[in-house]
């Protein structure tokens, strides 16, 4: 993208793909053990794990955007990287689970199988998150439901951009993020304050408005890089603190900046790690996989598992629809 702004020099030996993994098992395994009752662990905090893709996310979808020569050339990459894996998924396991439906082939293809593809392909999972006689009748994919706010994320992102070149001076650009992150936290709190008093449904919780934060704590990071790479070791114990803290109070005012200092601080110390993803990154195919995978193997077993075995059998085959995936799909269309 044409513009006064100079990309930062980001040490190509980092740790960021390692960190995108470790989050995606950390969803992996918290589903999984949920899954049979043993899935309260701080270990597995899906939502913090979420929430540090949303961070990284914000890093460096920002760099494409400035590296991009266009907004056409912004979106189209961002498609080809969400799109075609999103939909295979998407569609092979809306054929697969006709033979674990409880209904013969001929109603299971029915309109409500033509109603979650069409929810499911516009990415409002909730709106029909199950497949007719499925699972009893639990989501398919209950990943799914962060995908549309990664997507309205990649849309408003230009937007926030324009408004940050048009500020004349460092505090006021500094300024827009301060508030995009205050009204992102006010929407939190308030939500969990009035929601049940004001009968509004639990779905707002789960909105990009919620999450705006998070993605702007790594937008701030790459926007202001000499800084931060200067205050890093100084940053990281009070965050180490606010993140500690955020799971005693049961409050996320600070935990987005906390969690992405540590995120950004511990990619670049453990830059070691490059090696993690670097020929193929399986986080965004094990995302999509591993839950559909998981509903399979339970209902296959009666839910009658071991769950070591039962987590390792999720996480190999996962592994390997992903490899497939990337290895013969996505990479060929980069």
């Known amino acids: 993208m044409k513009s006064n702004f100079e990309l930062p020099a980001i040490p190509k030996e980092n740790a960021f793909n390692a960190i995108r993994l470790l989050l995606c098992l950390i969803v992996l395994f918290m589903h999984a053990f949920g899954k049979v009752g043993i899935g309260n662990a701080y270990l597995f905090d899906g939502h ?28 189209t990459k961002r498609a080809k990287k969400i799109f075609p894996m999103y939909y295979i998924s998407l569609i092979f396991f809306s054929f697969v689970c006709c033979y674990f439906s409880e209904l013969p082939a001929q109603e299971y293809f029915g309109a ?14 909730f709106m029909h998150p199950s497949l007719p006689g499925c699972f009893a009748g639990n989501a398919v994919n209950g990943a799914l439901r962060t995908i549309k706010i990664e997507i309205g994320f990649y849309l408003i992102l230009p937007l926030i951009l324009h408004f940050w070149k048009k500020m004349q001076t460092a505090l006021g650009k500094n300024m827009l993020f301060a508030i995009l992150y205050a009204l992102s936290v006010a929407y939190n709190l308030i939500l969990k304050s009035y929601a049940k008093n004001w009968h509004l449904p639990s ?55 906390a969690l992405a200092v540590i995120i950004v601080w511990t990619a ?4 070691r790690l490059q090696c ?59």
Not at 112 to 125: G, H, M, R, V
Not at 268 to 271: A, E, G, P, S, V
Not at 280 to 299: A, K, V
């Open 48 to 75: 913090m794990a979420v929430c540090g893709f949303f961070i990284i996310s914000g890093f460096w979808v920002t760099k494409s955007y400035f590296a991009a020569p266009n907004l056409k050339a912004f979106f």
């Open 112 to 125: 409500e199988y033509f109603k979650y593809l069409f929810w499911n392909a516009i990415f409002l999972n």
């Open 203 to 257: 779905q707002l919780e789960h909105q990009l408005p919620s999450f705006i934060s998070f993605f702007v704590s790594g937008i701030f990071i790459f926007l202001n890089w000499d800084f931060f790479l200067k205050m890093k070791n100084k940053l990281l114990l009070p965050s180490v603190a606010a993140y500690i803290l955020h799971y005693v109070t049961k409050s996320e005012i600070l935990f987005p900046a």
């Open 268 to 271: 670049l110390t453990f830059k």
């Open 276 to 334: 993690v993803g670097q020929t193929i990154d399986f986080s965004w195919g094990i995302y999509l996989f591993h839950f559909p995978l998981m509903q399979i193997l339970y209902h296959c077993t009666g839910g009658i598992v071991c769950p070591p075995v039962y987590v390792a059998s999720i996480l190999g085959i996962s592994f390997t629809f992903a490899f497939i995936a990337e290895k013969y799909v996505q990479k060929r269309i980069k």
